[in-house]
């Protein structure tokens, strides 16, 4: 390969790695090399130096493929098949569906070509970043600074589709999406104040059954890690195992946990807390776990949990002192909450976080891409966004999707209902004089160990459900109920909300490029070539259960990406 001739890559890459070949010389990275050329092979794929418009391009030729196909072949089998192929070759899952007819509106629709390319694309670009040394602490902390800058773009782009799209409900009160988004979850303020909110509960429970809190990180094999720690320099482990992504590095400590938490339970023994994920400087993530349990089973939860953690590669260098670390909490020296509040503050928005460190020690600073400022918390956030990775997961406990329940009922609802239903109503409930408290809502639902078998359930309905691909019957939440009287539901409240037209259209997506001057044009050709492939499908073979479930499985085989 020309020591000139990096294409592919964006100019910055480029630009370092004609450098570095000119100075090392090109046989001294040879894995590079093998990336490199990769990417050049690489030819049914969208470039990683293309711009967003291309994405939407190809996107664009799935979708009229798929028409061209639904057009032609006669049978359901043969047609899924087709996409089958389209996907393969395009290097993402499978559509999903229950029905074939469902899987086809699936593969006939654009929106869905272009999030699956588009996520697909990023996750190979960050990929390959890694695998060519620009995610680092020296070159780029935990994502490339071009995942940075895409993700960031990609984040205020959706930020202003919310805010142009206002819906109403049965009351007439508006609101715009943005607004809405803003009141849930989606809001990092609010996203940290329930997490800590709730690792206070546990510790507040902790504290009454005079439990102790046990801190532990654990973390992938070194064969996980792209960059050594210490020099910078590649890792021969990772590329001799195939340069695996953070996605199964996650995959891998998703297994460990599962089988970890196995073991407890037959050992009968019930931790109760939270995990975080987070990357290290190279995106490998890790794990922090914070649990409570009585003091005379902590021994055997330490070891449990360094015999799992260490049973891949557990003599390896370094491993004993690296891969499992532990610490027991202390009375009298801080709260377990407090300890574990830099964590779930760095990986949402930094609040309060001070100093922000990588897992090996280094001082990450906010810096300066073009004229946009990134906090070390941000590029964090990206990380996660952009390889899909759950960042915060509770052990034991009851749900949560009951605590949010009961936030939707009103209190002349519960005013006779059973006493734990009252009384964890008003755990869920913030007013003036008080706040909300997860230990009292875990105390009425039988304490911390209780699981999904507590008092207080989440009742559901049958509902007709009326989706952009399918109309199907699907079970959905409507309140709770008392495990003793399963009849009495005490209902929830949900608006009913509708989109409201706009007299002029927003313009917030990339244009179509070569079909933007046609959209009327297009969108009638669409509505004709739908109708005319989903009627090719009548009268012909419906595909049956078996054939569904292959699909699936065979989604499940290729793209077996983690938790």
């Not at 409570?292 to 089973?297: R, S, V």
């Amino acid at each position: 390969m020309a020591v000139e001739a990096v294409q592919g890559l964006p100019r910055r890459m480029g630009s370092i790695l004609r450098g570095m070949f000119a100075r090392d010389g090109v046989e001294r990275h040879e894995n590079k090399v093998n990336v490199i050329d990769k990417v050049w092979s690489d030819t049914d794929l969208v470039p990683l130096d293309a711009p967003a418009s291309a994405l939407h391009q190809a996107a664009d030729a799935c979708a009229r493929e798929c028409f061209r196909i639904c057009e032609t072949v006669k049978t359901i089998d043969a047609i899924l098949l087709a996409v089958g192929v389209i996907c393969r070759r395009q290097q993402i899952p499978l559509p999903q569906g229950r029905t074939a007819g469902e899987i086809t509106r699936r593969a006939l629709d654009r929106g869905w070509w272009l999030r699956s390319i588009r996520k697909a694309h990023a996750r190979r670009f960050e990929h390959v970043a890694i695998q060519l040394g620009f995610v680092s602490y020296k070159t780029g902390v935990y994502v490339s600074d071009e995942t940075v800058q895409r993700q960031r773009r990609r984040n205020k782009e959706n930020a202003k589709l919310l805010a142009s799209i206002e819906v109403e409900n049965e009351l007439g009160q508006t609101y715009s999406l943005e607004k809405l988004a803003a009141l849930g979850t989606s809001n990092p303020a609010i996203r940290r104040g329930e997490l800590m909110n709730r690792i206070r509960g546990f510790e507040e429970i902790a504290t009454d059954l005079r439990h102790v809190g046990v801190f532990s990180t654990i973390t992938a094999p070194s064969k996980y890690h792209a960059v050594l720690s210490k020099s910078g320099e590649e890792n021969p482990r990772y590329i001799a195992f195939g340069s695996p992504t953070p996605r199964d590095a996650q995959a891998y400590l998703c297994e460990v946990l599962a089988r970890f938490r196995s073991s407890l339970h037959r050992k009968g023994i019930r931790p109760y807390g939270f995990r975080i994920a987070e990357p290290h400087h190279d995106g490998c993530p890790h794990w922090h776990m914070l649990v409570f349990l009585p003091a005379n089973q902590v021994e055997a939860y330490q070891a449990e949990l360094r015999a799992y953690a260490l049973a891949v590669d557990g003599e390896e260098p370094g491993a004993q002192e690296n891969r499992v670390k532990l610490v027991n909490i202390e009375a009298g020296k801080g709260t377990a909450a407090g300890y574990i509040a830099k964590y779930v503050a760095k990986n949402i928005d930094g609040e309060g976080v001070g100093q922000h460190k990588t897992a090996e020690g280094w001082d990450v600073t906010t810096d300066l891409l073009g004229n946009e400022e990134i906090t070390p918390s941000q590029r964090v956030v990206y990380w996660a966004q952009v390889w899909g990775i759950r960042q915060f997961q509770q052990i034991g406990g009851a749900p949560i999707g009951v605590w949010r329940e009961l936030r939707r009922i009103k209190e002349e609802t519960v005013r006779h209902a059973p006493e734990a239903i009252k009384e964890a109503w008003k755990a869920v409930q913030k007013t003036e004089g008080s706040r909300t408290s997860f230990a009292s809502y875990l105390r009425q639902q039988g304490g911390p160990a209780v699981g999904r078998a507590g008092l207080i359930q989440l009742a559901k309905r049958t509902i007709t459900v009326e989706g952009k691909y399918a109309t199907y019957q699907d079970e959905k939440p409507c309140g709770v109920y008392h495990a003793w009287n399963i009849g009495a539901v005490y209902e929830s409240v949900r608006h009913v909300w509708k989109r409201l037209e706009k007299t002029e259209a927003v313009a917030v997506a990339v244009p179509w490029t070569r079909v933007n001057n046609c959209t009327r044009q297009w969108q009638a050709e669409l509505k004709k070539r739908t109708e005319k492939g989903m009627e090719s499908l009548k009268g012909h073979s419906i595909a049956t259960e078996n054939l569904i479930q292959k699909w699936q499985n065979r989604h499940n085989e290729e793209f077996s990406y983690g938790h």
